[in-house]
T-cell receptor, first 117, second 116 residues
């Protein structure tokens, strides 16, 4: 069962466009939502992350929008560049209760982004 | 380089052979995770260490898989009697435990396993 559902599977935009990738989750115990960027043959690199106590977070050209009531969050890439062409993964994790710690990441299936020059 | 390192980067083996991968986490990170990623999919959790203690194992981790983290530093993942279905990228990640920082996991470059 996929704990985090991600869409679209692939996305093609022109340089300067604003690709938007969406994710949804069901488990309300999740309290941390990171986005990872992965280039072919490399490990995922942490891009930006948000916690459910805020509705938006910006870092450079990357913005996360978070809707707690809808259990959805999305990544926006402003002024996209060809160098942004990569696979993007949303993920979610939770801390355990009674002092136990989990932290394992549940990943979406990924979105392959292509930015044309 | 102070990032997570993994060795080897690529491993080709014949079905039935044993393989072992190594992960060196970021210094001082007490949490270490192993994930597996197949083509076109997101990473899937395999197991988790806090210091030297293995605290969680996924059902994906069959009896042929074993992981260790002696002395709470580097970790090894061994696969015995490899099968073609074990072909995947094996990723290691580490993080430091903290009130708000503990969630940030940093991944290594991965070990690409091909079982012939």
């Amino acid at each position: 069962q996929q704990q985090v559902k991600q869409s679209p599977q692939s996305l093609i935009v022109q340089k300067g466009g604003i690709p938007i990738i969406n994710c949804a989750y069901e488990n309300t115990a999740f309290d941390y939502f990171p986005w990872y960027q992965q280039f072919p043959g490399k490990g995922p690199a942490l891009l930006i992350a948000i916690r459910p106590d805020v509705s938006e977070k910006k870092e450079g050209r990357f913005t996360i929008s978070f809707n707690k009531s809808a259990k959805q969050f999305s990544l926006h890439i402003m002024d996209s560049q060809p160098g942004d062409s990569a696979t993007y993964f949303c993920a979610a994790s939770m801390e355990g209760y009674r002092g136990s710690t989990l932290g394992r990441l549940y990943f979406g299936r990924g979105t392959q982004l292509t930015v044309w020059p | 380089d102070t990032g997570v390192s993994q060795d080897p980067r690529h491993k080709i083996t014949k079905r039935g052979q044993n393989v072992t991968f190594r992960c060196d986490p970021i210094s001082e990170h007490n949490r270490l995770y192993w994930y597996r990623q197949t083509l076109g999919q997101g990473p899937e959790f395999l197991t988790y260490f806090q210091n030297e203690a293995q605290l969680e194992k996924s059902r994906l981790l069959s009896d042929r898989f074993s992981a260790e983290r002696p002395k709470g530093s580097f970790s090894t993942l061994e696969i015995q009697r490899t099968e073609q279905g074990d072909s995947a990228m094996y990723l290691c990640a580490s993080s430091s435990q903290g009130a708000r920082e503990g969630h940030e996991q940093f991944f290594g470059p991965g070990t690409r396993l091909t079982v012939l």
